[in-house]
Nanobody, 125 residues
Framework: QVQLAESGGGSVQAGGSLRLSCAASGYTYSSYCMAWFRQAPGKEREGVAGISAGGGSTWYAPSVDGRFTISRDNAQNTLTLRMFDLEPEDTAMYYC??????????????????WGQGTQVTVSS
């Protein structure tokens, strides 16, 4: 049974930082590209950061590039998103997702096979 379990969300003030984690199980984690998506109230879900199966390539949405860092540990089957200099606009539910290669690096949601339940991030001004 495939499971993606996000954790690490919370409430912070603008300028603060958070570290999100995603624990994967039930599939060959190291064979899949991974990504973080987010969805704010009243808005469509959008891609935030992605990483290739081996971890050698990463890609980011322009709105978070330079502030967020995605990484993975294929030995521990975990995915991490480090978020710095958070802004109120970053408030959203954050989801991790898995995509079997080839991966387009374009955050095409229909390409992602597995999704977690999400963790809430709230940034206050």
């Amino acid at each position: 049974q495939v499971q993606l379990a996000e954790s690490g969300g919370g409430s912070v003030q603008a300028g603060g930082s958070l570290r999100l984690s995603c624990a994967a199980s039930g599939y060959t984690y190291s064979s899949y590209c991974m990504a973080w998506f987010r969805q704010a109230p009243g808005k469509e879900r959008e891609g935030v950061a992605g990483i290739s199966a081996g971890g050698g390539s990463t890609w980011y949405a322009p709105s978070v590039d330079g502030r967020f860092t995605i990484s993975r540990d294929n030995a521990q089957n975990t995915l991490t998103l480090r978020m710095f200099d958070l802004e109120p606009e970053d408030t959203a539910m954050y989801y991790c997702a898995a995509d079997f290669p080839p991966c387009t690096m374009e955050f095409k949601q229909y390409e992602y096979d597995y999704w977690g339940q999400g963790t809430q991030v709230t940034v206050s001004s």
